[in-house]
């Protein structure tokens, strides 16, 4: 059976290119997605599957096995990048501006062809395959917000994968534990001074952004992920006024810290500013948790991999300082996600993700199907799909 799920997979390949390429042509950035969405509602309904377009730009998909049991939910990123593509490819982005620089139209055609198999499946299914096809990654609101339209109601696991240019394609990363970490945005107003000449806002600025940087090291385990970074630095003294606002992210692995961060922030940026005469204040706003993969699913999906491509077929990496709002699902319902190689065997793309010379190895397409649907039936199957 797992030799011919490979080959049913194969069959797809050409469909699953051509869906690729129509969207990586036609990229739309995260909440615009509306070709997108409509284009996987139309292949869907071609298919014959039950499903809806949100009014989000999701579309969600039901795949009902002929008996009864749990329910499976798929999931695919859609959105593109504010990114001017540089890849030279025939199938170039036709957007100025937009791209898919992170795969997204990979996943979505992965997606679309295991679809399209487990339709051929249905015999083997017990219980529901949904379909999410999801907006608004990149800005880690697409996962809420097909939360909030119901999307994940009754769903018992969920699954999805990201490509990845660290492997060639046939290659999983399914670990167990924290995969990706969470994100913070901030931005710190120093105001006031007055103790002598010049912007007192731009030194007091200067200094705490220098003292931040003691975060990792006194105040983080040291076995925690942790990426503090400050991108913009706007102000300084001009006619009455003495204001300097500083803009970044944080990111780090451990959950514990997204209610303690801002206290050990503004006691840091406080401290440094108040021989400058300045006030700091602070506005953090919290954009996603860590990806924590559940220990039973990760082990099947592993499973599940080997069995279509032999134990070599794996390989595993480190928590990831990135973010994936994948992780809102996680905090809901059981499940897992993957890194699926997407490079050539002579590892020649080098452009990584949000690279405007970022491209992927189709051949990554029919094995993220692969897996996608070998998956659904190890964990669909028995009456309560175990």
């Given amino acids: 059976m797992t030799h011919n799920i490979f080959a049913l997979a194969r069959e797809q390949q050409e469909q699953m290119v051509a869906d690729r390429r129509y969207l990586h042509q036609n990229p739309e950035p995260s909440g615009q997605e509306e070709n997108t969405s409509r284009f996987v509602y139309d292949r869907l309904c071609r298919l014959g599957i039950e499903c809806q377009l949100l009014s989000c730009h999701g579309v969600v998909g039901h795949i009902y096995g002929t008996k009864p049991g749990r329910t499976l939910a798929l999931r695919a990123d859609m959105d593109a990048l504010p990114m001017q593509e540089e890849t030279g490819a025939s199938y170039c982005s036709r957007r100025p501006g937009a791209m898919h620089a992170c795969g997204h139209d990979g996943h979505t055609a992965a997606l679309l062809g295991a679809a399209a198999i487990l339709c051929r499946l249905r015999d083997q299914i017990q219980g529901e395959v949904r379909l999410l096809f999801q907006p608004a990654e990149e800005n880690c609101q697409g996962a809420r917000a097909m939360i909030a339209a119901g999307a994940l109601q009754g769903v018992d696991t969920v699954f999805g994968m990201h490509v990845t240019l660290e492997q060639p394609a046939g290659h999983f990363d399914i670990s167990t534990g924290v995969r990706t970490c969470a994100a913070d945005r901030f931005a710190l107003r120093f105001a006031g001074g007055g103790n002598g000449p010049g912007s007192q806002a731009i030194r007091a600025a200067a200094a705490a952004v220098s003292a931040l940087q003691t975060l990792a090291s006194r105040e983080v385990d040291p076995k925690t992920v942790f990426a503090f970074s400050c991108c913009q630095m706007d102000g300084g003294l001009e006619e009455k006024e003495d204001t ?13 810290l997204c209610g303690t961060l801002a206290e050990r922030m503004l006691r840091i940026a406080r401290g ?24 039973e699913a990760s082990r099947r999906a592993r499973e599940s991999a080997a069995q279509l491509f032999g134990p070599d077929s794996l390989f595993e990496t480190g928590t990831d300082s990135v973010s994936e709002d994948f992780a809102e699902y996680l905090r809901l319902v059981d499940g897992c996600y993957g890194k699926l190689g997407a490079n050539h065997r002579d590892m020649r793309l080098a452009r990584p993700n949000h690279n405007p010379g970022f491209d992927l190895n189709e051949e990554a397409l029919c094995y993220g199907a692969s897996l996608f649907v070998q998956y659904a039936l190890n964990t669909l199957r028995g009456p309560a799909g175990l």
């Fill in 272 to 295: 440094v500013s108040a021989p400058y005469g300045v006030e700091a204040q602070l506005e953090l706003q919290h954009i996603a948790y860590p990806l924590v993969n559940r220990p």
């Fill in 244 to 256: 300097v606002r500083v803009e970044g992210t944080c990111r780090y692995s451990d959950e514990a």
